[in-house]
């Protein structure tokens, strides 16, 4: 099995439901050497199989995180170049993903291969995304795992609360409740 026939799964990929992401994604599970194509498809960002892709990538990443522990360069050097909105929100929940992991007191290949330069990124982009036209799902991820970060990373929680409190009034009830939630977390400590 190699790209094409994963390409040909996800164009089978009808619409978002649940139902379909996973079939395409229990795939990827059963035949971890899909994988890294799974990746390609997901950054060849001027494909829209790539949406899908992402979408799947969500689902594999949710069961199988350390899978991305060899792929981490590849994965935040590409994290920016993601256009399509139905795929940023995916990236974005890999993104808060990754940042569980690292704050977890469980050990985890990802806790073992990311670096500063991986966590400096993904942490420009969520900055990237918070501020910029991002729906709301996207920032919601996007402030807990900058939250998440910023807990080994003090700057991270000044910056987070600074944007939060400043857009918070011109933002969608969502985005309100998730950033009066993260507020509440980064004044508890």
Not at 9 to 31: D, G, M, P, Y
Not at 141 to 169: A, C, D, R
Request: aromatic share 12%; glycine share 4%.
């Amino acid at each position: 099995m190699n790209g094409a026939y994963l390409i040909q799964e996800l164009n089978s990929i009808e619409n978002a439901k649940r139902v379909n992401r996973l079939r395409v994604a229990n795939l990827i599970l059963a035949k971890p050497e899909l994988f890294k194509y799974l990746l390609e498809i997901t950054f060849d960002v001027n494909n829209k199989t790539s949406i899908k892709a992402a979408w799947v990538l969500e689902f594999v990443c949710d069961e199988k995180l350390d899978w991305l522990a060899p792929y981490l360069d590849y994965f935040t050097e590409n994290i920016a170049n993601v256009k399509f909105d139905s795929a940023v929100r995916p990236i974005t929940k890999i993104c808060q993903f990754i940042a569980k992991a690292y704050t977890s007191k469980k050990e985890s290949a990802i806790k073992q291969h990311l670096t500063k330069k991986h966590i400096d990124i993904i942490i420009e982009n969520g900055f990237d995304w918070l501020i910029g036209n991002q729906k709301v799902a996207v920032k919601a991820y996007t402030m807990e795992m900058l939250y998440l970060f910023g807990k080994n990373y003090k700057w991270v929680h000044k910056e987070l609360q600074l944007v939060i409190q400043q857009s918070i009034i011109n933002e969608s009830c969502g985005y309100q409740a998730r950033g009066k939630k993260i507020l509440s977390w980064i004044n508890q400590k």
